[in-house]
């Protein structure tokens, strides 16, 4: 199991349980995380599960993903420098606690 | 396992009349089945269409040999996978972010939209369908395309003689003669403005496509034109219809939504109830299995998006129109790699812009006869007349 926390953007927190390999994105819909909708299931295609990646986890969660950068310019909110697709950060033991800010919208 | 039972009652004209009540069957008793009608695998449970979506190493969209390639005069991003689908998907994307919407177009949309509001009057009784539900979204389409020049009745033209063309399984050669000569009219117009796009940069499709540093092929820029014209005009016009069905028909949800400004929630619950693309096929790669039977490699599977956005392992009462709902997660758009490339436009034109706009101008508009409105599709759906009484 790997802790992850979605902190929506009015600052509610949501904890939950994550299965090593899954997604931050799957993870979130798996638990009902409202923030992110995830709509093409992770094929980098909708830019609906757009987070923001606390910036004591930049280095941990690693760099974007080939082609992340075009999709996330088509992300309903800001795009800033923490800014990945959900969909793309797999779960591994090194990311227990990890925690991720939502946008205010993600379509 | 065994192979999916075979339904030898349901034909296309059942299908394209009232499919709901046939799919609520279908989902309840044989979720996965082959209808002889169709020549196809339906699958009818959420869970099942979205894995089929989700898997494209397993449930392929390239196949060449569908109507698609004489309708369209090209093998097009639709019928792809890997890595040359995202090559020409992400050669138009970034026309249809929402920061390009906000930053270039929601003005002009709003514009637009009040244009044609302007010409209906209080009092008439008008079929907004023909009216302003296509005219509207062919219009807001010329610009996202940057198809200076071509008048709504060519656009919804084009949009409906490419998707007769792609439809065109009995290979009837009249109807292959229609798509010809739109295609004919396509390639003339888009070839006019390439030279304008050229000189004149901007955040249209077709000027993104064509001033690319590494362009896609001009054969492939023309192909995803008629993709978005074959897919931007039917579908936001048939979401636009059934959203307005449903709030008339229902004026204390219709209250609740002015109250709440819940316009998306409405978009969301409209294309939900009566998905505008129904169905997408898919075929089979290797021999595998769903829900227990076996799928051989050479099967067309039809992922009925329509079945799954009302499927009661996901929905409370999936077959009303019901705008407040905790969770939404219709699969309207598709999934996967082919994902709709214009969601984000849809929602923000039909959703934020067009549907308000037309309750503010005509704040007591009534539905007299909701049973006048008639339904049709199979593929596609939505209602073909809509008789309003405006006030
Ligand atoms: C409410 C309106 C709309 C609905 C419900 C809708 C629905 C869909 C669906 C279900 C697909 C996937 C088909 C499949 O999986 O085989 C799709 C694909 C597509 N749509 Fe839309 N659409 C809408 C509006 C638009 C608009 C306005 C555009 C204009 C730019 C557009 C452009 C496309 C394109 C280009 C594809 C092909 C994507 C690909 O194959 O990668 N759509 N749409």
Redesign the interface.
Same mark, same amino acid.
């Given at each position: 199991m790997v802790k992850v926390t979605y902190v929506a953007a009015d600052g509610t927190e949501t904890i939950v349980d994550a299965d090593e390999g899954s997604t931050v994105m799957q993870t979130a819909?798996d638990n009902?995380v409202d923030g992110i909708v995830g709509?093409?299931?992770?094929?980098m295609?909708?830019?609906t599960c757009h987070c923001y990646v606390d910036d004591a986890w930049s280095d941990k969660t690693g760099p974007r993903q080939d082609?992340e950068d075009?999709?996330l310019?088509?992300?309903?909110d800001a795009v800033k420098p923490s800014s990945r697709l959900s969909c793309q950060i797999k779960l591994t033991d090194a990311l227990d606690g990890l925690v991720v800010h939502l946008p205010q919208d993600q379509? | 396992m065994p192979l999916a039972p075979v339904n030898t009652d349901v034909g296309m004209n059942q299908l394209t009349r009232d499919p709901y009540p046939i799919y609520r069957r279908m989902r309840r008793d044989t979720p996965v089945v082959r209808v002889e009608g169709v020549k196809r695998t339906f699958l009818t449970k959420a869970a099942h269409t979205?894995r089929v979506?989700?898997t494209?190493e397993l449930f392929s969209s390239n196949d060449p040999n569908t109507p698609m390639q004489p309708a369209f005069r090209a093998h097009t991003l639709m019928r792809k996978d890997g890595d040359e689908h995202?090559r020409e998907?992400?050669a138009m994307?970034?026309a249809?972010?929402?920061?390009v919407i906000k930053a270039n177009w929601a003005q002009i949309y709003r514009d637009i939209t009040d244009e044609y509001l302007s010409r209906l009057k209080k009092g008439d009784t008008v079929d907004l369908f023909r009216e302003i539900c296509g005219p509207v979204s062919a219009r807001i389409l010329v610009h996202i395309l940057g198809l200076d020049g071509a008048t709504d009745e060519q656009m919804m033209r084009w949009s409906q003689e490419l998707i007769d063309g792609a439809g065109n399984f009995g290979w009837d050669p009249e109807l292959f003669r229609i798509t010809e000569r739109a295609n004919d009219e396509m390639d003339a117009h888009f070839g006019s403005l390439i030279d304008h796009h050229k000189a004149n940069p901007n955040a249209s499709a077709l000027s993104l496509m064509v001033n690319a540093e590494n362009p896609i092929p001009d054969s492939q820029i023309y192909a995803n034109m008629k993709i978005a014209i074959g897919g931007g005009i039917n579908e936001p016009r048939d979401a636009m219809a059934t959203i307005i069905y449903g709030l008339l028909t229902s004026p204390e949800q219709l209250e609740e939504v002015r109250r709440q400004e819940a316009w %998306?929630m409405a978009f969301e619950e409209g294309v939900r109830w009566v998905a505008p693309i129904q169905a997408s096929s898919r075929l089979v790669l290797e021999d595998t299995e769903i829900g227990g039977f076996d799928i051989p490699k050479g099967d067309t599977v039809m992922t009925i998006q329509a079945s799954a956005n009302r499927d009661e392992d996901l929905f409370e009462d999936g077959e009303n129109f019901v705008v407040f709902r905790d969770?939404n997660?219709h699969q309207a758009? %598709?999934?996967?790699?082919?994902?709709c490339?214009g969601?984000?436009i849809a929602?923000r034109t039909v959703g934020e812009i067009m549907i308000p706009a037309l309750f503010d101008r005509f704040p007591n508009m009534r539905l007299p006869d909701p049973d006048a409105v008639r339904w049709r599709g199979f593929g596609f759906r939505g209602p073909v007349n809509l008789p309003v009484s405006l006030n």
């Open positions: 819909l009902s709509e093409c299931g992770g094929a295609m909708c830019a082609g075009d999709m310019e088509c992300a309903a379509v | 979205k979506k989700d494209p995202r998907r992400m994307q970034m249809y972010t929402p920061k %998306g969770k997660p758009f %598709g999934s996967g790699p082919h994902h490339a969601a984000h929602r």
